[in-house]
């Protein structure tokens, strides 16, 4: 079966601007999280989305959102961009919840400018 | 907050080596994971260990849940070139709905 597929691989943004990323997770998988990963912080919680619901939310200012949409696909949204929000996005989908571990896809990598 | 550390940071070796790494938390989680991420991809997901003292192999690879559930372990024998990458352990936080990541150890196998 198809893996977790995120869109784009690669993004520049200047500061200040807005972005979306985009989310398919496999096929069945009804929560999807999402994970910022640094080199200096690891992988930090975003939120979590479970039947189009807003489950779990880590510690993340206003300027990330997210949604899912009824085919369990999910977006994030960051507006207001600054160079600290430059990372590595980790989409994460899982049948129900983390107990059993996640299937990840590649990332989206994003570089504010 | 619950939190995981990892030991060592980094790891360089020779091929055929063997090698543990640790991960280890004041907090208890209902389960643990043990990912491995090579550069540019997303981790991908090893073992899942449920019952404190549980045990499981995977070729090479042995992971070991501590019997309080509070601490795990990953075991390498004969370490190959292909074992290079970032190994992260994650516990499940049930309450908050998701995982804590380990900051991870970086294992370079030499040839």
């Known amino acids: 079966k198809a893996g977790v597929t995120q869109t784009p691989r690669y993004l520049i943004k200047t500061r200040g601007q807005q972005v979306t990323l985009s989310c398919s997770p496999i096929s069945g998988h009804r929560s999807v999280s999402w994970y910022q990963q640094t080199p200096g912080q690891g992988l930090q919680f975003l939120f979590e989305?479970?039947?189009?619901?807003?489950?779990n939310k880590g510690n993340f200012p206003g300027r990330f959102s997210g949604r899912q949409f009824s085919n369990s696909r999910s977006e994030m949204n960051v507006s207001t961009l600054e160079l600290g929000d430059s990372a590595l996005y980790l989409c994460a989908s899982s049948l129900m919840d983390s107990n059993y571990g996640y299937t990840f896809g590649s990332g989206t990598r994003l570089t504010v400018v | 907050t619950q939190l995981l550390e990892q030991s060592p940071q980094f790891l360089s070796i020779q091929e055929g080596e063997n090698l543990t790494v640790y991960c280890n938390s004041s907090?208890?989680?209902?389960?643990l994971q043990w990912y491995r991420q090579e550069p540019g991809e997303g981790p991908v997901l090893l073992v899942t260990?449920?019952?404190?003292?549980e045990v499981k192999k995977l070729k090479r690879l042995t992971f070991q849940f501590g019997d309080a559930r509070k601490d795990s372990s990953l075991h390498i024998t004969a370490a190959q070139p292909g074992d290079t990458g970032l190994y992260l352990c994650?516990?499940?936080?049930?309450?908050?709905?998701?995982?804590?990541f380990g900051d991870g150890t970086t294992l370079t196998v030499k040839p």
């Open positions: 907090s208890v989680f209902s389960s």
């Open positions: 260990v449920v019952t404190g003292g």
């Open positions: 994650a516990g499940d936080d049930t309450n908050a709905g998701k995982s804590t």
């Open positions: 989305y479970f039947s189009e619901t807003q489950r």
